[in-house]
């Protein structure tokens, strides 16, 4: 056997019927399934045991979560939930963009801004909801002051970050071009910055969920939290928890969507 007609065997006795079967094993949506199985499978027998005569298996939850499908509820309970949610997250995303670009850029607004969104991000926000239902009342601006707090301030710290750490080599370049303050913000800050500054947005949308369940619980048993509250005061437990499964499930593909349109903007190394 010729050197060449080795080479173009080798290929195929290393594709193996072995092999394409690890391939299929360790493929990421294969993993997240068998992730996803692993916990549920767990759910189940911790439900069976009981772990808690309050904890219902994962299949009783989901036939909870299938009733409050089929009555309306949860759609209902969904559109009150994403209401202020959807406000909170538009006001931390504008501000929190803008006030992190802005004391990256300008130093003195990072030592007079800065320290008060690093306080936040180390504080118990949790217990400022009492605090902001004595001031706003138990309206909707509570809750959107809710989830502002939650999210604005690792977005600001993130778009911060992001935009202090522009390579210096691209600074350079700019220079060397002789671009302007604002061409250099406009097409080399920016740009540079973008991907960090989605990967805040992530944590911070992550942040808002956590924060618009907090508000419905702790200042007006409304939408999602309306139906946490009710299920459990009368011991509907499969659906106190379908609920909660649903509102996880939802802010997951939100933030997963969320993920794919940064890969598709900023990463194209990562779209195959």
């Known amino acids: 056997m010729q050197i060449s007609d080795l ?161 210096k080599s691209l600074l350079e370049m700019g220079r060397s071009f002789l671009a302007t303050r604002s061409q250099s913000i406009r097409l080399i800050i920016l740009p540079a910055a973008s991907p960090m500054i989605f990967a805040g947005l992530r944590l911070g949308c992550a942040a808002a969920f956590i924060g618009i369940i907090l508000a419905e619980l702790l200042i007006t048993p409304t939408g999602i939290g309306d139906v946490i509250s009710y299920s459990q005061s009368v011991a509907d437990y499969p659906k106190m928890y379908a609920a909660i499964l649903a509102i996880i499930a939802f802010s997951v593909l939100f933030i997963e969507l969320l993920e794919r349109i940064e890969v598709t903007l900023f990463r194209p190394e990562g779209r195959a």
């Open 7 to 167: 080479a173009t065997a080798l290929p195929r006795l290393r594709d193996t019927p072995a092999r394409r079967w690890r391939d299929i094993l360790i493929h990421p949506l294969v993993l997240r399934l068998l992730s996803f199985t692993a916990a549920f499978a767990l759910w189940e027998y911790a439900g069976r045991i009981p772990l808690s005569p309050a904890f219902p298996t994962f299949l009783e939850t989901l036939g909870g979560l299938g009733a409050i499908i089929a009555d309306g509820s949860l759609l209902k309970a969904f559109l009150i939930t994403l209401y202020p949610l959807a406000i909170g997250l538009a006001v931390s995303v504008l501000l929190g963009v803008a006030l992190g670009v802005l004391m990256g850029l300008h130093e003195p607004s990072e030592w007079l801004i800065a320290p008060l969104f690093i306080i936040a991000q180390a504080a118990p926000l949790a217990a400022l909801i009492p605090i902001l239902t004595f001031a706003y009342g138990i309206g909707l601006t509570a809750k959107i002051m809710t989830v502002c707090i939650m999210a604005m301030p690792v977005i600001v710290l993130n778009t911060l970050g992001a935009v202090r750490n522009t390579p």
